[in-house]
């Protein structure tokens, strides 16, 4: 068949490229990974209707549609009208204008987060509703940039993976009176965390060095000793990405930031880009970005205007470690073997 | 006597108390529960009236106040000792009926068990009157009306919480002075009589039967389920443990405390001897032991009332969802069987 498609047009538009000429696979947002189930139905409705009856779960926590032919992608863009009115405008207060057009940009990435402590009995925070207030912040722009949200350092969320990666932590407080040196935090801090934790003269001692803010010793405290302080902190990660290249694990930019703190820090994120990107929006992972620019400047142009809270820890410098998969030598063929 | 008052007459009237009590009663501890954006309900002391949750079960029982989770018993220096102190202002506490039951089973086991009493429970016991809290309908884990708690005399105040007002009974004549002028009311506390939950309890009419149910097969299957943590112990009212041990200070350990703080059978160290011997090694047998002493060992030694007082607490708060009616309507099926079983093989009909 005889195509003239603006493939980049429509990739801005949230339809992506199939092998099949003709076709594309819609992506829909679904911020913080959460929607009301309702809109599986809006989902089954475009797929049976004008894609090939498929859904993907897809990668980053977006509905993605497969096989949906370019003649139709009008009538799906007009139909997904309620959806992003619901789901953009009304949950995440996005400021923008829905039209018949369907999504204003791919810019950046869907925000991905775990159930957060909406259900998790491991999660510190409500990874939804910042999911939703960080959509609001990053959308709809063109500048790239991909954002997961831990409720707690399990990572379920693969916040480590990410541009920013965010991770709910605790602050936990002590209480000696009701501490019944069961050890239940000290064996539970030892496997689950950092063994920060040791009994001395029958109380608990910690090493405030390395706790990583889990709050498991919350969690399995018989007594509630050991609680949380209700102020919610958050460990920013930045520069995790796959890749064909070299791809690498986020590193700690900010531990123990507070919500005020880091929704300032991702605020910046559209002036830092343009910045380094002389204001054309282009493909380009986050952490790319910060290496173009070195992480003095980008901390410089992060932190700019934000007022750091009295906990808070800045990196002072990164410490990338890469794998570089041009250098994988180690990497033998198998020899003597049928 | 009984009055009505609002809140607000009722704080006025609670600072003129706080002059000679200290008041403890459940608080909310906003976000301090075991888990994230849960609030903790444990007692503390209260400044005014809404400080008390009155419309919850407190996941911690008023046996903090009287025997507090960690106490000092005296204070030691190379050559000299001295006896640890306690504020000797009267404690008033806001219960509910069945903790005035539960402390009456830690009063049995301080008070009453072998020849001494234990002077550092007494010490605070004795300064104690109960304010009873009406439970209302009570909540899905009570089982008091199975072991005969949702009723007590035993109180100074009784208080029904009904919006902006309170309904009061005196009985305590101390505190009649205090109201005489306020507005009177028809007011007598009411108890719960029947809970969603009932429990029936084991009936166990011999040794043989006793030695069966220790051998029981339900008990092991705690042993993947129990965690050992002892939060149950922790939320009972009437467990009583404690560990007592001397703490040597680190920056100079020729002087501490000796001090004792609450124990649980349910730790898997709790009878580990000199050599490590210990006699029960799995979390099933624990179980056990916890269960039997709730609800046979108790009776079997003092006479009278089951030590457990169901207030479920230890249901509320387990984190494994082990739900200790259901225990005992379980362990109660099985003495049922093992009982006719003793039956059958006597030839007696049960």
Known sequence: ?338 | MAYRLSLSRMDELLEKMRESYTIYAPMRFEKRGRYSDTDLVRYDKIRSVRDIVYDEKSHFSPKEVIHPITQALFHFTEFEYRESEVDERPVLVFVRPCDIHGIQRLDTMFLENGDAADPYYKRLRDKVKFVLMECGKGWDTCFCVSMGTNRTEDYSLAVRFAGEELLLEVKDPSFRPLFASEKTADFRPEFVSANRLTVRLPEIKSRDVLEKVHALPLWESYDTRCLSCGACTAACVSCSCFTTSDVAYSENGRSGDRRRVWASCLHKDFTVMAGGHGFRKTPGERMRFRTLHKVYDFRARFGGADMCVGCGRCTDRCPQLISFAATLNRLSGEVDRLNAEAAAATGVSV
């Open chain 1, 1 to 338: 068949m005889n195509h003239d498609i603006d493939i980049k047009k429509l990739q801005v538009n949230c339809f992506r490229q199939s092998k099949v000429p003709g076709e594309f696979m819609l992506q829909m947002r679904a911020p913080g990974g959460v929607v009301q189930a309702k809109y599986l139905a809006v989902v089954q409705h475009i797929a049976d209707t004008w894609g090939n009856g498929q859904l993907h779960l897809g990668m980053r926590q977006t509905f993605s549609i497969p096989g949906i032919k370019y003649e139709n992608i009008e009538a799906v863009n007009e139909y997904l009208r309620g959806y992003i009115e619901e789901v953009e405008v009304a949950s995440c207060d996005v400021n923008m204008d829905v039209n018949e057009g369907g999504y204003p940009t791919i810019g950046a990435r869907n925000v991905m987060a775990c159930i957060g402590n909406s259900h998790c009995i491991k999660a510190n925070i409500d990874t939804l509703s910042l999911a939703r207030k960080m959509e609001k912040l990053v959308f709809p722009s063109h500048y790239h940039i991909k954002m997961s949200i831990a409720g707690c350092p399990n990572d379920c969320a693969k916040a480590t993976f990410n541009d920013f990666g965010i991770v709910g932590i605790a602050k936990m407080e002590y209480d000696y009176d009701r501490c019944i040196a069961c050890e239940r935090c000290v064996e539970t801090c030892a496997s689950h965390a950092t063994r920060v934790l040791s009994l001395e003269n029958g109380k608990i001692v910690k090493d405030v060095c390395c706790c990583v803010g889990c709050a498991e010793c919350a969690t399995v405290c018989p007594t509630g000793a050991w609680t949380r302080r209700p102020t919610k902190f958050y460990r920013v990660l930045i520069g995790g990405r796959s890749g064909k290249q070299y791809p690498r694990a986020g590193k700690i930019f900010l531990n123990w930031v507070t919500e005020e703190v880091l929704l300032a820090v991702i605020g910046n994120w559209q002036a830092f880009s343009a910045e380094v990107l002389n204001h054309q929006p282009r493909y380009l992972h986050g952490g790319h970005l910060i290496d173009m620019a070195g992480y003095e400047k980008f901390k410089e142009w992060i932190l700019k205007g934000v007022k750091l809270n009295p906990e808070a820890e800045v990196a002072e410098r990164l410490y990338w470690t890469e794998t570089e998969y041009r250098s994988n030598i180690h990497v033998k063929p198998v020899c003597g073997v049928d």
